[in-house]
């Protein structure tokens, strides 16, 4: 034998045997740790689809008698509801029983009748509320499908009828259709949609009324030249009643579906069908508008206007300090006392030469500086103190006068200030100028109605021409006003108007205006001549006390703002800008108050509202709103003042809808014939009844039975409408506002049976038959025991109710006792199938035990063999060292 070193196969064989020692030893260990002998795909490959096939069907299985187990619980909770019917049953048929007897007089049967009816309310109560996770069990709806196995299709399917009092009692079978002469269907209601629209302002009016038909489809009604007068809108629901019966007329609306009626301005739209209300195009021949409001149904309340957007106001004001007026006359050659203010007034040495202005002079003397005069006519005189003190005439028959001077104007000013500012007299030839303060208001009134005027008003120069233009002085004034709001220069400005006769100018700017250069031509140019006096004046005045005039009334503007917003807007000129914060208004009572030493008005909170007030009178101008969202504000003025508007930047508003308030589900019923032949019945809708009268209903051709059943509803006015499908020969009747469609009285000439099939949930399918038995099994529900004839009819529905009863109780038990097999059988089968699947997946621990012991064992040896082996060539050495 050679002796080498080169290759050491023992140890190479050592060592292999080692490592397969080791990993069988690890093998044994992972099963003994697992208890599985097929811990992963590389254990046993095909062992693993297995497993995973019998888990699944172990699992399925699990549920399945659960399922089980719950579909009996389903069973046994209706059928001890049953048992609670079925002793209320067996109470009744005892009192009818009672009732037959004739020891019992009128009122004990009626007696024993009040407890049948208390009994038949309770079935009804239970029918409705025996569910079982929410599912109702007695209502004839309970068609019940149970999952008893691991796969699709492994399903147990059982019923439970209509337990009703309309059910019991009308065929021993208990099944949901019955033969009777009478059946009734009920959907769901329409919730009516009530849409307001409130017309503000005599005027006509235009829009266009777009209504919902409660099927996904709508109408467009054109309403044109709708007139409100006399605050009544009569006319406009007149002519959307007239639109919808030609809708009507013309096939695309259903009759009653929409309907106006007016209560003074206001017009109420009602959708009977539950479905939408819209109105766009709205559109008025002058300045009216319409407050729109939902009053049933989601929408916003919108004011319809035409008009672009309304950014001002203006409040015209509450009355500044007044001159006070009166009528006085005096005849000549008599002398005259009286007061004026508190001052003793004599007249005296009056002639007939005496001219007016002569006796108007000295009575401006008497009373003092500031009365002005402004007619003189005859020998009657106008008086007016234009400094806003009262003239009081006491001790006299007439009333007080005053005169003016020829050819003058006076002119009023109303300021800011609690005080009036003394009226100014322009005369012919004078050199008079006045300011017209920031935002004050003043008038202008002209002594004579002949001749012409000239005035500079803010550097522009403009004329009242009366005599000239051969215009009367209203006239002229009237143009006058026109030329001043005409001009560019000022009319941003400045704005005129015509009030009481007078020409009123109104400052808006934040700067004072002047008017001067007043002259008079023509007859406006004579002045009176210097009146001659005797010895004695002809007037004088005793007392030089005055009394105060009429006090201002404070202008009061309220502003109602929308929603939470930033608003901006101009007060008296002076900008405002603030947040309104959850209806919060601090913040604008603080920004108008900021500027009330330029504008003169405060604010305040009023009723959750911002009140402006100008405590002087004068007039509260709101301009330039605006606002950041879709916010808009409400602004009015006092009584008198004004009037009202809604501020808001936005575009005219000419639309508004109101959402469907509750769309009815349509009643359906469906008629149809075992055999053809003549019939006759009623239809009512709870409103009308439709008579059809003996007709044919060919189970081939059913269209004379179909024009006879039109005919009769079309002519009672009914709800309901008949229609027929290709697809069978059945006539549906619908009743699209979800009310009743009830059939009764049914007769036939010959045997044929008609069967009314409401819709699902509507109401219980029933056989029409006027020949057969069926027709006089009456319900428990129409049982009426307070005769003695009822109460024997009674008998026989209550038997064939407790008979029913009966058979729905065996049913269930034969239910419950199956499924009791079920749970056995799937128990059995899940047991066994989890067996097989542990004999393919668990592991064997003797085996293992064994095998890990063997594979200690082995690799203990290897791993001595293999030292041995590597020792086994150190005698090489030797020999080398030799």
């Keep these: 034998m050679a002796l080498s070193i080169a290759s050491n196969a023992s140890a190479l064989m050592a060592a292999s045997a080692a490592s397969s020692a080791n990993r069988d030893m690890d093998v044994s260990m992972e099963r003994l740790a697992t208890g599985k002998r097929v811990n992963s795909a590389s254990d046993d490959a095909a062992g693993v689809s297995t497993i995973s096939?019998?888990?699944?069907?172990?699992?399925?299985?699990?549920?399945?008698?659960?399922?089980?187990?719950?579909?009996?619980?389903?069973?046994?909770?209706?059928?001890?509801?049953?048992?609670?019917?079925?002793?209320?049953?067996?109470?009744?048929?005892?009192?009818?029983?009672?009732?037959?007897?004739?020891?019992?007089?009128?009122?004990?049967?009626?007696?024993?009748?009040?407890?049948?009816?208390?009994?038949?309310?309770?079935?009804d109560r239970v029918v409705s509320a025996t569910a079982f996770n929410g599912t109702?069990?007695?209502?004839?709806?309970?068609?019940?499908?149970?999952?008893?196995?691991?796969?699709?299709?492994?399903?147990?399917?059982?019923k439970v009828g209509n337990l009703s009092t309309t059910a019991l009692g009308t065929s021993l079978s208990g099944a949901a259709s019955t033969a009777s002469t009478s059946n009734s269907a009920s959907g769901t209601a329409a919730v009516e949609t009530v849409a307001q629209m409130?017309?503000?302002?005599?005027?006509?009016?235009?829009?266009?009324?777009?209504?919902?038909?409660?099927?996904?489809?709508?109408?467009?009604?054109?309403?044109?030249?709708?007139?409100?007068?006399?605050?009544?809108?009569?006319?406009?629901?007149?002519?959307?009643?007239?639109?919808?019966?030609?809708?009507?007329?013309?096939?695309?609306?259903?009759?009653?579906?929409v309907e106006a009626k007016a209560n003074g301005n206001v017009i109420s739209i009602t959708n009977n069908m539950g479905d939408s209300v819209s109105v766009s195009g709205f559109s008025s021949d002058g300045n009216g508008?319409?407050?729109?409001?939902?009053?049933?149904?989601?929408?916003?309340?919108?004011?319809?206007?035409?008009?672009?957007?309304?950014?001002?106001?203006?409040?015209?004001?509450?009355?500044?300090?007044?001159?006070?007026?009166?009528?006085?006359?005096?005849?000549?050659?008599?002398?005259?006392?009286?007061?004026?203010?508190?001052?003793?007034?004599?007249?005296?040495?009056?002639?007939?030469?005496?001219?007016?202005?002569?006796?108007?002079a000295e009575l401006k003397l008497a009373i003092g500086e500031g009365a002005a005069g402004s007619a003189v006519s005859g020998q009657v005189f106008t008086l007016e103190d234009s400094s806003g003190k009262n003239i009081e005439i006491t001790n006299f028959d007439a009333a007080a006068s005053e005169a003016g001077s020829a050819g003058s104007m006076s002119m009023t000013i109303r300021t800011d200030s609690a005080f009036a500012t003394p009226s100014n007299t322009f005369a012919q030839g004078g050199s008079d100028t006045s300011d017209i303060g920031a935002g004050a208001i003043v008038q202008l009134q002209f002594s004579e109605s002949e001749g012409d005027?000239?005035?500079?008003?803010?550097?522009?120069?403009?004329?009242?021409?009366?005599?000239?233009?051969?215009?009367?002085?209203?006239e002229a004034i009237g143009a006058t006003r026109d030329a001043i709001n005409a001009n560019t220069q000022i009319n941003g400005n400045i704005t005129a108007r015509v009030v009481d006769g007078k020409l009123e100018i109104e400052n808006k700017s934040l700067a004072a205006v002047t008017l001067d250069n007043f002259g008079a031509t023509g007859k406006a140019a004579e002045v009176a001549g210097a009146a001659?006096?005797?010895?004695?004046?002809?007037?004088?005045?005793?007392?030089?006390?005055?009394?105060?005039?009429?006090?201002?009334?404070?202008?009061?503007?309220?502003?109602?703002?929308?929603?939470?917003?930033?608003?901006?807007?101009?007060?008296?000129?002076?900008?405002?800008?603030a947040q309104v914060s959850d209806g919060n208004?601090?913040?604008?009572?603080?920004?108008?108050?900021?500027?009330?030493?330029?504008?003169?008005?405060?604010?305040?909170?009023?009723?959750?509202?911002?009140?402006?007030?100008?405590?002087?009178?004068?007039?509260?101008?709101?301009?330039?709103?605006?606002?950041?969202?879709?916010?808009?504000?409400?602004?009015?003025?006092?009584?008198?003042?004004?009037?009202?508007?809604?501020?808001?930047?936005?575009?005219?508003?000419?639309?508004?809808?109101?959402?469907?308030?509750?769309?009815?589900?349509?009643?359906?019923m469906e008629l149809s014939m075992d055999t053809t032949d003549d019939v006759s019945f009623q239809i009512s809708d709870g409103r009308t009844n439709s008579v059809v009268r003996l007709t044919s209903f060919d189970t081939t051709d059913n269209s004379a039975m179909l024009a006879e059943v039109q005919s009769a509803l079309s002519q009672s006015g009914s709800n309901i409408t008949a229609s027929v499908t290709s697809a069978t020969s059945a006539i549906t009747l619908t009743n699209s506002l979800g009310g009743e469609v009830e059939l009764s009285n049914f007769k036939s000439d010959g045997a044929g049976v008609m069967t009314a099939s409401p819709a699902s949930e509507q109401g219980v399918g029933k056989m029409l038959d006027d020949t057969g038995t069926g027709a006089s099994q009456s319900a428990v529900a129409a049982i009426d025991i307070s005769s003695s004839s009822g109460a024997t009819s009674a008998l026989d529905?209550?038997?064939?109710?407790?008979?029913?009863?009966?058979?729905?109780?065996?049913?269930?038990?034969?239910?419950?006792?199956?499924?009791?097999?079920?749970?056995?059988?799937?128990?059995n089968v899940s047991v066994n199938t989890e067996a097989a699947k542990g004999r393919i997946e668990d592991a064997d621990f003797a085996t293992e035990s064994t095998n890990m012991t063997k594979s200690k064992i082995l690799a203990q040896a290897s791993t001595s063999i293999l030292a041995q082996a590597n020792a086994s060539k150190q005698g090489v050495l030797s020999l080398l060292q030799g």
């Design 289 to 360: 508008t319409a407050s729109y409001s939902s009053v049933s149904g989601a929408g916003s309340s919108l004011l319809l206007d035409d008009a672009g957007a309304t950014t001002s106001l203006s409040n015209t004001g509450g009355g500044g300090v007044t001159n006070a007026a009166g009528t006085l006359t005096l005849e000549a050659g008599k002398d005259y006392n009286f007061t004026v203010n508190g001052n003793n007034i004599s007249v005296s040495n009056l002639g007939t030469d005496t001219t007016e202005d002569e006796l108007l």
């Design 453 to 474: 005027y000239s005035l500079d008003l803010g550097g522009e120069s403009f004329t009242v021409a009366t005599a000239s233009a051969g215009d009367s002085l209203q």
């Design 797 to 827: 529905a209550l038997d064939r109710a407790i008979e029913t009863i009966g058979k729905e109780r065996a049913n269930l038990g034969a239910v419950m006792n199956r499924l009791d097999s079920t749970i056995s059988n799937l128990t």
């Design 136 to 158: 109702a069990l007695l209502d004839g709806s309970g068609d019940f499908d149970l999952q008893l196995g691991a796969n699709a299709g492994q399903t147990m399917n059982f």
């Design 585 to 668: 208004l601090d913040n604008m009572v603080a920004a108008v108050n900021s500027q009330s030493n330029i504008t003169g008005i405060e604010a305040s909170l009023s009723n959750g509202d911002l009140l402006l007030t100008n405590a002087s009178g004068g007039a509260i101008n709101l301009t330039d709103f605006s606002s950041e969202g879709t916010g808009s504000a409400t602004a009015a003025t006092a009584a008198g003042q004004g009037g009202s508007a809604t501020l808001t930047d936005t575009n005219a508003v000419t639309g508004a809808s109101t959402a469907a308030a509750g769309v009815a589900t349509a009643t359906t």
């Design 198 to 257: 409130a017309f503000n302002g005599n005027d006509t009016y235009e829009f266009d009324l777009e209504v919902g038909d409660g099927a996904g489809g709508t109408t467009t009604l054109s309403i044109a030249g709708a007139d409100v007068a006399g605050g009544s809108a009569s006319d406009v629901a007149d002519k959307i009643n007239t639109a919808i019966g030609a809708a009507v007329t013309a096939g695309s609306m259903a009759a009653g579906s």
């Design 53 to 123: 096939r019998m888990n699944s069907q172990v699992r399925g299985l699990n549920q399945a008698i659960e399922n089980a187990s719950q579909g009996q619980s389903m069973a046994a909770t209706a059928e001890g509801a049953m048992v609670e019917v079925e002793s209320m049953l067996q109470r009744m048929r005892e009192l009818s029983v009672q009732s037959v007897n004739d020891t019992l007089n009128s009122n004990d049967r009626s007696n024993l009748n009040d407890e049948v009816d208390q009994l038949k309310q309770e079935i």
């Design 532 to 577: 001659t006096f005797g010895s004695t004046n002809m007037v004088t005045a005793q007392n030089a006390s005055t009394n105060n005039g009429v006090e201002a009334t404070p202008s009061e503007t309220t502003m109602r703002f929308s929603e939470d917003d930033t608003y901006s807007f101009k007060v008296g000129g002076a900008q405002v800008t």
